[in-house]
């Protein structure tokens, strides 16, 4: 698990907001691709910020598998070793 708070607090959190925990389990275990340049797996999803989606930015403040695209980086997913984008390569 990679989340930002503990995880006594999700679960707290979570009887609150039925569906949370379940939520963020299934994003801790998606599987994303290693990164292409140094291969590490210390990787996340970039979501597009949206001014109507509180939502998502609200789980990427628990867990690190998801994060907001900064604005001068491209890509799908994102290397927290290498600090950039980059796409899925193809195999
Ligand atoms: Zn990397």
Redo the contacts with the bound molecule.
Sequence with gaps: MTLHIPFSELQQRGRKNPGLVNKIILLEHKPLPN??????GD?AELYAGSLNDRYTPYLASITSRLKLRPNDVWGKYW????S?G?SEVQS
Excluded: A, L
């Design positions: 990164c292409p340049h140094c291969g590490s990787t290397c927290y070793r290498c950039c980059f």
